[in-house]
């Protein structure tokens, strides 16, 4: 070994690798299940590539379920039959990392394959692992990889990533995918809420749960602890349960193989935590309590976070080569703190109480990553450091005027509150409009954030001073503007943005960003964001009110789902009435309606709406539900509502593809049928594909994004 240094912090150990064949390989079986009574039924992974290092990554299960420690030999080669070996070393894990093991593998050779596997005495082995490292800073070469986000297993199967594997195999090596970037929600928190139930998509209803091809019900069994909100929904509330989660979402056989193939690059996003989280709060209910008992959450963060760390395959510590300033990534450290109401906010917004700062700092984990001369991929968390909603759930939550705390809300309310002290250039009114004159609760607060203080200057730091030709962002939820343009309807309804979780209701650090890179020349800026369970891509603005004209300043790309409940599904669910007033069908209208296509009603299919809603405005909506005309809905369209949308498909399960080279990005995004079905080592068939080109933009000049080159059935109402 060059070096040995056991850092033990929740299963982490460094190792050197040596120059290959001067290790021989122990004899081991195949079946990782023989005579020592061990197993690894989470199979195997590797994450966080660079250019010399590599994460490897195994959880150990014992048959008697002992609580002794168990000894485990990592294995690290550049042959799949491990006769060039680079690292035999044995490791100690135990209870305390819930078994599970992280090796950070230094000296390796960039842009290189290995293998990996595990072994326990000498008749239990893991299955094999094949990872590959980044390429060196000089490197001209293409970089391929692909982008997922948001994986309930309760509402379907992980046959997007069957169908990446089957595509992938299939490639030739050259253009076959360097890594899998997971944008957040790798599980769910919670385990039987009626919003996430599975949809039968042939026939548009809630089904009682998937099963497969083994007749087994996909479900997630009982929390060992748990809790229950107001609603009645159970969620994890220690760390024994979050753990419990990850444990059965690992057992899936896609997963694990995905896993396996690709090293995988992680963020997260809420649900690792709680739905629509900020800093330690959670917000199960529109009242703004934080469950049934209506306790705080920090002990629940520190859970989460330490569960996230034990099982995905991170590199938080200093890499080198990389500025010490450029930096703040930091391996989980457990805290202990106690339940407090977060009842003040600081200056840089961060809820001023002791067991908040320290749940929240317990880890660390955005990050960079280099892939030679033309990517720098960075990373931000979008949870621990952001502001509450700008319209806070005891106001929204309570208020009748809304119809839910954190969806289709007033944009010009979310813009003012979001503004805080500094909203009508400093003179931030007395009274805001709720339904009724209420206290303006952020009439002393600084503008909202997204990523807090230390975390902004960051960010701001690496798109400056990074060198590659591309700066892609991920990003976890979308930075581009969804408004629904409900004044057009003329019956008292303000406009109003699709949600207020994602950049929509952090508009005044949105606009900072952007300006921060146009004043500076930044170009050639992409996000990838996730979240909201549908694909769009589209162009982000440096301020969408300008009274001028709006710069375009960022590309974005949203991916869809890999299993949960897409946008379109979730809020065709919530518009449905036993019976309707005029108001309610007119807006059910904007989101779907039954198409004319026969002369018998009931053999109508319903249509997906909400896409041209979007993309051409709610009076292009209407006119769709009233005549089912392509030509009358685009003679409609309001180019002014969401202009900077190319491409919009809210119904959809699937991935994307990214490949960079020094001319062009080039994305494509994968629908796929439906995920309610166990297609088993099959890969499920593809229902369209839609590819688009972003071109180099040279400095002064605005980015732009080609029109979407769609195979297969469109989305309506792009065919």
């Known amino acids: 070994m060059l070096r040995r240094d056991f850092l033990k912090v929740a299963g982490t150990f460094l190792a050197g690798a040596s120059l290959p064949g001067t290790l021989s390989s122990c004899f081991h079986n195949e079946d990782g299940s023989n005579g020592s009574g061990y197993r690894f039924p989470q199979g195997v992974a590797s994450g966080d590539p660079r250019p010399t290092s590599v994460v490897i990554w195994t959880r150990v299960e014992p048959h008697s379920h002992s609580n002794a420690p168990a000894h485990v030999t990592a294995e690290v080669a550049l042959d799949e039959k491990f006769n060039s070996l680079v690292l035999q070393e044995l490791f100690e894990v135990s209870s305390e990392s819930d078994y599970t093991l992280r090796v950070i593998v230094e000296g390796l050779q960039p842009d290189t394959f290995y293998f990996y596997r595990f072994l326990i005495d000498t008749d239990t082995t893991s299955t094999t692992g094949r990872t590959l490292t980044a390429p060196a800073i000089s490197d001209q070469k293409e970089i391929s990889f692909a982008f997922v986000s948001c994986q309930d297993r309760s509402h379907g199967f992980y046959s997007a990533y069957r169908r990446m ?61 748990g809790a229950v909100t107001s609603r009645g929904v159970h969620y994890a509330n220690t760390l024994d349960d979050y753990r419990h989660l990850y444990r059965q979402y690992l057992l899936d056989e896609d997963l694990q193989a995905a896993r396996a193939r690709w090293p995988f690059i992680h963020i997260w996003d809420d649900h690792e935590f709680s739905d629509d989280c900020w800093q330690t709060e959670a917000n199960y209910n529109d009242s703004g309590e934080q469950s049934s008992t209506d306790e705080p959450s920090q002990r629940r963060k520190v859970a989460a976070n330490q569960a996230w760390f034990e099982y995905m395959p991170v590199n938080l510590l200093h890499q080198e080569g990389v500025d010490a300033d450029l930096h703040h990534a930091k391996e989980f450290t457990f805290t202990e703190v106690n339940n407090t109401e977060n009842t003040t906010i600081n200056e840089d917004n961060l809820a001023d109480n002791a067991d908040n700062i320290d749940a929240i700092s317990t880890m660390t984990i955005y990050r960079s990553f ?6 720098e991929l960075t990373l931000t968390d979008n949870r621990s450091y952001r502001s509450d909603h700008p319209i806070p759930e005891d106001v929204s939550g309570n208020s009748p005027f809304f119809p839910a705390s954190r969806v289709a809300l007033p944009k010009d309310l979310v813009n003012l509150l979001d503004a805080g002290k500094t909203a009508n250039s400093g003179e931030p009114p007395l009274f805001v409009f709720t339904g009724d004159f209420i206290l303006n609760p952020r009439q002393s607060s600084p503008p909202g954030t997204m990523l807090g203080a230390t975390q902004k200057r960051w960010w701001q730091s690496v798109m400056a001073r990074s060198s590659a030709r591309w700066k892609l962002w991920g990003n976890s939820v979308p930075l581009q503007r969804f408004l629904l343009n409900t004044s057009a ?7 109003v943005l699709l949600t207020s979780d994602n950049w929509d209701g952090y508009r005044s650090e949105r606009n ?14 992409i996000s990838l964001s996730g979240d909201v369970h549908a694909h769009f891509a589209g162009v982000v603005m440096d301020d969408y009110d300008t009274p001028s004209e709006p710069r375009p300043t960022v590309i974005e790309v949203v991916g869809c789902s890999v299993s949960s409940i897409t946008q379109y599904a979730a809020i065709e669910r919530l518009s449905r009435r036993d019976q309707y007033t005029n108001t309610e069908q007119l807006v059910r209208n904007l989101v779907t309606y039954q198409a004319r ?37 685009l003679a409609a369209k309001s180019p002014a509502v969401n202009g900077h949308l190319v491409y919009a498909d809210t119904d959809a399960h699937g ?41 180099h933009t040279e400095a002064g000049s605005n980015p732009s994004i080609s029109e979407p080159a769609i195979t297969g059935e469109p989305p309506f109402p792009l065919g």
């Open 165 to 225: 594997l089957t595509d992938d195999i299939a490639a030739p090596t050259v253009e076959q995918l360097r890594f899998v970037l997971h944008l957040g929600d790798f599980i769910y928190e919670t385990i039987d809420d009626p919003l996430q139930a599975p949809v039968d998509e042939a026939l548009n209803a809630i089904t009682d749960g998937l099963v497969d091809r083994q007749g087994q019900l996909r479900a997630i069994s009982p929390f060992p602890s």
């Open 370 to 375: 280099r892939f030679g001369q033309w990517v």
């Open 489 to 495: 309807l003329d019956i008292g309804i303000p406009d």
């Open 512 to 525: 900072e960003l952007m300006d921060f890179l146009n004043d500076n020349d930044i170009r050639n800026v």
């Open 597 to 633: 296509i026969t002369s018998v009603p009931e053999e109508n299919p319903l249509v997906n709406n909400l896409n041209n809603t979007l993309l051409n405005g709610v009076l292009s909506g209407l006119e769709a539900a009233r005549t089912n005309s392509l030509p009358d809905i």
């Open 655 to 695: 991935f994307g593809l990214f490949k960079v080279n020094d001319r062009a990005v080039t994305v494509t995004l994968f629908t796929l049928d439906n995920v309610n079905v166990d297609t088993g080592l099959e890969a499920p068939s593809v229902k369209r594909t839609v590819t688009f080109t972003i071109p």
